[in-house]
């Protein structure tokens, strides 16, 4: 089987890819009908799939495929990453995050001043909802539950686990109601577009914080901002962002409630993933159905 890598980091892949999958010859240049598997991320080159007519699989590097999703020539089966590394790395960035929110960390500024008032409560007594119940949301509600936080899901389906609450699509608002800490690890789909706007903001409890690891596209920046000047909302962490980098005079930069990190929540770690890309190539070469195949009409 013969795989074109169409991704950077090749160095770094080429390795692991070869380990995991001995079988399949990894390639960076062939004609292309002679390509029986691509593994791809964006920006690497391919905008037209229409010449790897034997292509098997378009196995994406990336969790999030809306640069790839929608382009009219591709054709073949897309699979998008999951990655126990990467699941990892967002949990460790999530809960970070959270907790920071939780127990108030801002709140001690070493100035002199001795801020005794509020003994934080304990996690079981903070809700927090994740949007999105998938690979990375799901991760991140259950390190979040074994934290002990009251924790819920929403998602389209309403897809649950065990001891975590679990909203279905119809059930937005109670999801958000509750949301003293809303974590959002959606994708980027034509249905969750601006999904976060002034309504969605305002019915989060007073003092909420928000942390979007998923994509720019789901917040309405305007609105978010408008929201944390009011005081409504205590503070934004946000990953990532409508144009990244995120431009210098971007009002986001410089708004006291707002911490940016520069889309670095997690990626997909090579040691992990080319485990399962080589299960993905493996069963392109049987003729079997990929894992994680993506549904062109959801757009995820
Ligand atoms: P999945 O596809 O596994 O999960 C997506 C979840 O979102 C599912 O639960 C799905 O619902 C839900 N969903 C999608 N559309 C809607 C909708 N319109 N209404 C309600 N629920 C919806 O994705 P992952 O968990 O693997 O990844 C999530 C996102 O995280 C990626 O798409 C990417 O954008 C982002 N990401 C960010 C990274 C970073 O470093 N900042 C790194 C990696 C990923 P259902 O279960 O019903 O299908």
């Not at 169409?6 to 240049?29: G, K, M, T």
């Not at 999030?64 to 699941?87: C, F, K, W, Y």
Request: glycine share 8%; charged share 20%.
């Amino acid at each position: 089987m013969r795989v074109l890598f169409s991704a950077p980091d090749w160095a770094r892949w080429q390795p692991a890819l070869e380990a995991a999958c001995p079988e399949a010859q990894f390639v960076r240049d062939a004609p292309a009908e002679s390509v029986d598997a691509i593994i791809y991320a964006p920006g690497s080159g391919i905008e037209d799939f229409t010449p790897y007519r034997n292509a098997r699989l378009v196995q994406s590097l990336w969790a999030g495929v809306e640069r790839i999703v929608s382009n009219p020539t591709l054709t073949q089966p897309l699979a998008r990453m999951v990655d126990p590394g990467l699941a990892q790395g967002m949990t460790d960035y999530c809960t970070g995050w959270v907790m920071r929110a939780h127990l108030g960390m801002d709140n001690y500024a070493q100035d002199g001043i001795w801020r005794n008032g509020t003994v934080p409560p304990l996690a079981h007594a903070r809700r927090v909802t994740v949007l999105g119940a998938g690979a990375l949301g799901m991760a991140v509600a259950r390190a979040l539950k074994a934290l002990g936080f009251d924790v819920a899901t929403w998602s389209a389906s309403g897809r649950g686990t065990e001891g975590i609450a679990a909203y279905p699509g119809n059930a937005i608002e109670d999801a958000l109601r509750r949301a003293e800490i809303l974590v959002t690890l959606l994708p980027d789909t034509p249905a969750t577009r601006d999904m976060i706007d002034a309504h969605a903001l305002s019915l989060l409890p007073e003092g909420a914080t928000i942390i979007n690891p998923g994509r720019g596209t789901l917040i309405v920046d305007e609105d978010l901002i408008a929201a944390l000047d009011s005081g409504h909302l205590r503070h934004a962490v946000l990953d990532v962002f409508r144009v990244e980098p995120l431009p210098p005079a971007h009002p986001y930069w410089a708004h006291p409630a707002v911490t940016v990190t520069p889309h670095i929540a997690s990626e997909t770690r090579v040691e992990t993933a080319a485990q399962v890309v080589a299960e993905n190539l493996r069963r392109a070469m049987r003729g079997e159905k990929p894992l994680f195949l993506v549904d062109r009409e959801k757009g995820y």
